[in-house]
Nanobody, 117 residues
Framework: QVQLVESGGGLVQAGGSLRLSCLAS????????MGWYRQAPGKQRELVAA???????NYADSAKGRFTISRDNAKKTVYLQMNSMKLEDTAVYFC???????????WGQGTQVTVFS
């Protein structure tokens, strides 16, 4: 199993930037795809961005051109750099990971991101 701890959330003005971090409790070299999801009040949780163990990335249309996901296996961390933030980016952001060879997903506890005008 793996525990995930997100950090870096907070308040940011529209147009600003924020970087989220997700620290895994085990080497990310043993983890397959890692991803960032978000859930706004009254809405379903949705994919923001994902990155495979090999570094291939996938982004939601709303994140393309503004957000960048990356992972540092040495630091056991996956990042989400968010630029040009919009009010609609306000949500709780969750980190997800799946161990290689397994179909079970592990989730972090989430970190709140609030964008204000």
């Amino acid at each position: 199993q793996v525990q995930l701890v997100e950090s870096g959330g907070g308040l940011v003005q529209a147009g600003g930037s924020l970087r989220l971090s997700c620290l895994a409790s085990r080497s990310t070299s043993s983890i397959g795809t890692m991803g960032w999801y978000r859930q706004a009040p009254g809405k379903q949780r949705e994919l923001v961005a994902a990155i495979t163990r090999g570094g291939s990335t996938n982004y939601a249309d709303s994140a393309k051109g503004r957000f960048t996901i990356s992972r540092d296996n040495a630091k056991k961390t996956v990042y989400l750099q968010m630029n040009s933030m919009k009010l609609e980016d306000t949500a709780v952001y969750f980190c997800k990971a799946r161990l290689l060879g397994f179909s079970y997903d592990y989730w972090g506890q989430g970190t709140q991101v609030t964008v204000f005008s």
